[in-house]
């Protein structure tokens, strides 16, 4: 697999039928998936929420039947398909691991046929619709476990258990004509050494099966310095020899926001942590800096924006009946228009 330059469009479906358009440098009104490819894009990360009901507007986004479209057309244009189980009905992630409300009430071995088979089922719709994936996460940002609270840090067997039963589902859905998919496992600790190889020391204690990528987000104004991310993905490949992904980065273009749910990262908090304010430039230099990080380094394999389609727009807010807390990061501006940090994927080390 080639180095990995990716996006995670996870809104795109409900962006487009809320009436979202997307222009090219250019001003011309373009499918988003063409302008992303036509930047280096290759890769594009779709989220799975089990049984959404508060997912944007409408409710039910992020589920495998509204997520397969997007995965079909960016199959058919070439592009890679990287899929994120969240094995949550909504947002999982550091602050919260919501059991799916169809899972609760079951114990540990049945939380692990439920995921088993919500993978596998899952996997076979992307099989019958031909956007077989190339990578699937095994749960989302889970440095501090995942279906709470079961799989806590106090259970690492629990959480292994659970990653294997993930694992074991991507295996039985895969076969001689749909090879199997890279694994990865997810932390949110882009920054943190010690946190990274204590969780992963953890997996490997308990019996983790096999998986490919240490995914890590990394967000610089929140996680800290470039140095210490670049210190915790060369010690995760020393130590567990495998290389990583930054699942997850942004940066924001403006320090306005659209609507009446504020921003949740600001020029202010840039201008603390990086030095840097919300302006087109800066997201530009900021994300150039990642990409030529992870195109430079040997531990890295690939690099994700998390959300560049994702404007303000009625109807598609972080949830339903609210607003959007992200759309200064985009790399559209509120008129649809791709902003000048799209180019940082293909202006970088090794273009």
């Known amino acids: 697999m080639s180095f990995l330059i990716g996006a ?25 998936l063409n302008i992303l490819k036509n930047h280096g894009i290759n890769s594009i990360r779709l989220r799975l929420f089990n049984d959404p009901t508060l997912s944007f507007d409408r409710g039910d986004y992020c589920n495998v039947s509204n997520t397969l479209p997007i995965a079909k057309r960016a199959k058919a244009k070439g592009l890679g398909i990287y899929l994120d189980f969240h094995y949550s009905d909504f947002w999982a992630d550091w602050q ?33 619709n031909n956007a077989w994936p190339d990578i699937v996460q095994i749960g989302n940002e889970i440095g501090r476990g995942l279906l709470w609270d079961y799989g806590t840090l106090d259970h690492p067997e629990y959480i292994t258990r659970f990653l294997n039963a993930g694992i074991d589902a991507v295996k039985s859905a895969s076969d001689a004509d749909y090879l199997m998919p890279k694994i990865m496992i997810h932390i949110e ?25 240490i995914g890590l987000s990394y967000y610089p104004y929140w996680a800290g310095p470039y140095e210490k991310f670049i210190e915790n993905a060369r010690n995760a490949y020393h130590v567990f020899g495998k290389k990583v992904i930054i699942a997850e980065t942004a940066f924001p273009y403006t320090d306005v926001s659209n609507d009446d749910t504020p921003n949740v990262v600001t020029g202010e908090l840039t201008r603390n942590t990086m030095n840097m304010d919300a302006t087109p430039e800066n997201q530009f230099l900021a994300l150039k800096k990642i990409v030529d990080i992870a195109k430079s380094e040997e531990c890295i394999d690939g690099i994700y924006y998390w959300e560049p389609v994702w ?41």
């Open 8 to 32: 995670d469009v996870s809104s795109l479906q409900a962006m487009e039928d809320c009436g979202a358009v997307f222009y090219d440098e250019n001003a011309k009104e373009d499918d988003a």
């Open 311 to 351: 404007y303000q727009l009625k109807g598609v807010g972080a949830e339903k009946g609210k607003g959007n807390e992200w759309e200064n990061q985009a790399l559209f501006d509120n008129n649809g228009h791709v902003l000048k940090g799209i180019k940082a994927f293909n202006n970088s080390v090794g273009e």
């Open 189 to 213: 600790c882009g920054a943190e050494t010690k946190q990274t190889e204590d969780f992963f020391q953890n997996l490997n204690r308990y019996g983790i099966g096999n998986y490919d990528y």
């Open 96 to 128: 919260k691991q919501i059991i799916p409300k169809a899972w609760i009430g079951k114990n540990v071995d049945e939380l692990c046929d439920a995921i088993y088979k919500y993978t596998l089922d899952s996997l076979i719709e992307f099989k019958n």
